[in-house]
């Protein structure tokens, strides 16, 4: 498996990365944030793109239940 580079000290100082996506809601888009615990956005992207089955399940589970916080569905990955 590829190692990820080392972390430059200001991706250490940003702290944990978002990565912003989209899924269809009928013929709408709906905005979605995943909080990552990793320190760069390629990471957190990578992370995103190896585990869009279960991110999009839980952004669409998100969406049927009304979780929508000032537009946007925010997931948590742990």
């Given at each position: 498996?590829?190692?990820?580079?080392?972390?430059?000290e200001?991706?250490?100082d940003?702290?944990?990365q978002k990565?912003?996506?989209?899924?269809?809601n009928?013929?709408?888009r709906?905005?979605?944030?995943?909080?990552?615990?990793?320190?760069?956005?390629?990471?957190?992207?990578?992370y995103?793109m190896?585990?869009?089955?279960?991110?999009?399940?839980?952004?669409?589970?998100a969406?049927?239940?009304?979780a929508?916080?000032?537009?946007a569905?925010r997931?948590?990955?742990?």
């Amino acid at each position: 498996m590829r190692k990820f580079p080392t972390p430059t000290e200001q991706e250490i100082d940003e702290g944990p990365q978002k990565v912003s996506f989209q899924i269809a809601n009928g013929n709408a888009r709906q905005t979605c944030i995943l909080q990552t615990e990793l320190p760069t956005k390629v990471q957190a992207q990578k992370y995103l793109m190896a585990n869009w089955p279960i991110i999009e399940k839980m952004a669409r589970d998100a969406l049927a239940a009304g979780a929508i916080d000032d537009g946007a569905i925010r997931l948590t990955a742990s």
